[in-house]
């Protein structure tokens, strides 16, 4: 699962798009190279915020964390395109260093993604797939209640 898709980065970012990626012989924007930026950005993407958030909760994210994510992929896919074709400038060099220093405030903790059912703080109604528990979230396992009200029920 990719955080962004190709619609994504043209919907955003259209020009850059059409100028970073671009065939040097025809002059037209090579998708192929937009989309191998963005495995590669999810990739990275992943692997940072694998020190704080399982791969089960990142599928959990809700609506506001993908988009966030999704804003970090872009940026992130588009400086790694820049880069291969020697196209690098510096507000996509900036938008690239702020990326990468909020997911790592993410993973460090400072900042945080929510998600989509218990657990998770989202609004959703879904539970955790089974057998995925964060290595933050606390887990009580207890006996079942002794006293319920219809156990009660006639004393």
């Not at 797939?129 to 079942?144: D, K, L």
Request: net charge negative; proline share 3%.
């Amino acid at each position: 699962m990719s955080f962004a898709t190709l619609a994504d980065v043209l919907a955003r970012y259209p020009s850059e798009a059409t100028i970073l990626a671009a065939d040097e012989t025809t002059r037209q924007r090579d998708d192929g190279r937009i989309d191998a930026g963005l495995a590669d950005a999810t990739a990275e993407v992943r692997a940072i915020l694998a020190a704080r958030y399982t791969r089960d909760e990142l599928s959990r994210l809700d609506d506001d964390s993908r988009a966030t994510l999704r804003l970090y992929t872009i940026d992130i896919a588009l400086y790694r395109v820049a880069l291969s074709f020697g196209r690098s400038n510096e507000r996509i060099k900036e938008r690239y260093d702020v990326a990468i220093q909020r997911l790592a405030a993410m993973a460090a903790g400072k900042a945080a993604l929510t998600f989509d059912g218990p657990g998770g703080g989202g609004t959703g109604d879904a539970g955790p797939p089974e057998g995925s528990v964060s290595p933050n979230e606390a887990i009580v396992i207890a006996n079942e209640r002794m006293f319920t009200r219809d156990r009660l029920r006639g004393l």
